[in-house]
């Protein structure tokens, strides 16, 4: 009895590492980047956010949605085509310690809005117009960088049509990894 104890626990390890070598070329990269993905290069680590897809294969990383610019993780962050009715807005939050590229097109005249967390709240509970937006952006195509998020996380984006219109969105928005070592706009 104890002798086939034995050969079964031998068989179960046994089996088990043969499933995890046969994985071996394919993991996902565990990470403590809290809903984030982790990119290595050159020793050093970057949390990526959740929208970037890395594997190991091979040894190798490898990823859909960004190139290095500088030595620093340039990504896409958003590319697709979306249509909107004119009494609805667009919702983003931007990540800390990226600077954010935002541009696009579209087919009628949006307003574009860089805000405070505190400013959001109070401009969508009470429809309230807030002065002194972080950033207004009021064009049908536009092109622009956003830095304040560096070294700051408290900030989003809104996106709406500015005659109340329905609106087709062609954006190209990316992000640019570079964090300081100090607190940056709203956080400083």
């Keep these: 009895m104890l002798l086939r104890s034995i050969g079964l626990t031998i068989l179960v390890v046994i089996l088990l590492g043969l ?31 959740y929208s970037v897809n890395a594997v190991i294969e091979g040894g190798s990383i490898h990823s859909l949605n960004f190139t290095l610019l500088n ?20 919702f983003s939050a931007i990540p800390d310690t990226f600077a954010i590229h935002m ?26 117009t807030v002065l002194n937006y972080v950033l207004s952006d009021i064009n049908s195509t536009s092109s622009f960088w956003f830095n304040e998020s560096e070294g700051c996380a408290a900030y989003v ?11 087709k969105i062609y954006p190209d928005e990316q992000a640019l990894y570079n964090p300081t070592n100090y607190a940056t706009g709203a956080c400083a």
């Design 157 to 167: 984006m809104i996106i709406k049509s500015k005659n109340n219109v329905p609106f």
């Design 19 to 49: 499933f995890l070598y046969s994985f071996y070329n394919h993991f996902l990269i565990p990470n403590e980047c809290s809903g984030e993905s982790l990119f290595l290069s050159n020793s050093s680590e970057y949390c990526i956010p």
């Design 71 to 90: 030595g620093k993780p340039f990504l896409t962050i958003w590319t697709e085509n979306l249509t909107e009715s004119g009494n609805r807005y667009l």
């Design 103 to 128: 541009s696009y097109k579209s087919n009628a005249t949006l307003d574009v809005m860089i805000m405070t967390n505190q400013q959001y709240v109070r401009w969508a509970e009470s429809n309230e």
